[in-house]
């Protein structure tokens, strides 16, 4: 394990693969460390790397128009990702600093709650800039740059979801332990796997569910359990990590989701 410089889980889909493992390793030393303010490095994408982009991509897309909200679809459009290669997580990055004022900070794996937070404070999206393994192009156990790039990287172009982001992380800035990790699960409900009514209608806005195309069908197909958003009850309630959702919380729109969790900081 040593040998590495990410370790893996025994049970991810690369775990046993050396070629996999070394090239995890190449993207991870693109990025800058973790305390500083240094942007996205280009990385050059392989064949078998923007194969499995193109698989999810082409997969997903299919999906968004009767699952993803309009203000994802206007944004996924306007960025203009082409299918045939993975998209540069420093071209995104320009584009939503002039949006919204965000930028993009590569990492090299998993960062820990009150860190990630922390930057979204600031207006920093840590995203990961590896590739998912190409035998499980529509799955990942971990954020991977398909994730970043077709959940988050969209959403962020939106203003009031980007309000959203920053609004959970300067939360956590005079946040207790036990509090980082309420706002690392309002994170999950909302930013990861919120629900929004849209034309009476439920659609997606939640990166986690915009990302995965098993996760994005199965929480429309009417057999996940859908709660009016309510933070400080959300905040108390567990989740899995390895299984489709069986409980999500919807809100008639972003803004909504902005003021409820503007009053649960508040109230910290």
Not at 50 to 60: D, G, Q, S
Not at 107 to 126: D, E, I, M, S, Y
Request: hydrophobic share 40%.
């Amino acid at each position: 394990m040593r040998d590495y410089v990410v370790p893996l889980e025994a049970d991810h889909p690369g775990f046993n693969d050396p070629d996999y493992r070394k090239r995890r390793d190449t993207i991870a030393r693109l990025a800058p460390p973790i305390d500083s303010e240094g942007g996205p490095v280009r990385a050059e994408y392989t064949s078998a790397e923007n194969e499995t982009w193109r698989i999810a991509y082409e997969k997903l897309t299919a999906l968004y128009p009767t699952h993803a909200c309009a203000q994802f679809l206007a944004v996924h459009r306007e960025i203009g990702y082409s299918p045939n290669e993975v998209p540069q997580l420093a071209d995104v990055s320009v584009y939503l600093t002039r949006k919204t004022g965000f930028r993009i900070q590569p990492v090299a794996g998993l960062v820990g709650p009150r860190q990630f937070l922390g930057k979204l404070a600031k207006r920093t999206f840590c995203a990961t800039q590896y590739v998912r393994h190409h035998t499980r192009p529509l799955y990942t156990p971990e954020p991977d740059v398909i994730h970043e790039l077709m959940g988050h990287a969209p959403m962020l172009g939106v203003q009031a979801f980007a309000d959203l982001s920053q609004k959970i992380g300067e939360g956590s800035l005079r946040a207790s332990d036990e509090q980082v990790v309420q706002l690392a699960t309002l994170y999950w409900f909302t930013i990861e796997f919120g629900l929004l009514h849209e034309n009476g209608k439920l659609r997606a806005f939640g990166a986690g569910l915009l990302s995965s195309f098993g996760e994005l069908e199965h929480a429309l197909s009417g057999k996940v359990e859908v709660r009016p958003f309510d933070p400080f009850a959300a905040a108390k309630t567990p989740y899995p990590i390895t299984d489709y959702q069986p409980l999500l919380w919807s809100v008639s729109s972003i803004d909504e989701a902005f003021q409820k969790m503007d009053e649960f900081v508040r109230s910290m």
